[in-house]
């Protein structure tokens, strides 16, 4: 993958999608743990919220993709949506390609739904 690392040291991975469109992803660099369990987060931006709170209809709208999700799920950042997979921080590259997929063609997707733009 070609990315830069920004200055919290994550990457930051930007693709071209389908129909023209781009969609940027991160990879962050540090790694959470629960109990024995390490997980980095993959993830990607969807939504920008314009006085940084949500309307009820997009947050419920994102709720429910985040039920019917195989793989993670909405967050609040600030005043972005982000679509976020954590997966084990000794993933194979396999495993991370399937990640980056995901999060690439979901948050992608929910972008065009929600704001018809192609901002990130």
């Known amino acids: 993958y070609q990315y830069e690392v920004d200055d919290d040291g994550d990457y930051k991975l930007a693709f071209d999608m389908d129909e023209g469109r781009s969609q940027l992803a991160f990879v962050i660099s540090a790694v959470e743990s629960f109990g024995e369990m390490k997980v980095r987060e993959v993830w990607a931006p969807a939504y920008r919220a314009t006085d940084g709170e949500f309307p009820a209809k997009i947050a419920n709208r994102l709720l429910e993709d985040s ?4 793989l993670g799920g909405w967050v609040k950042q600030g005043d ?3 679509f976020v997979v954590k997966l084990a921080a000794d993933a194979s590259p396999s495993q991370l ?7 690439l063609r979901t948050a992608d997707q929910m972008e065009l739904e929600l704001t018809g733009k192609d901002e990130f």
């Open 80 to 82: 972005m949506a982000v």
């Open 97 to 103: 390609d399937d990640a980056l997929d995901f999060v």
């Open 67 to 70: 039920h019917s999700s195989k």
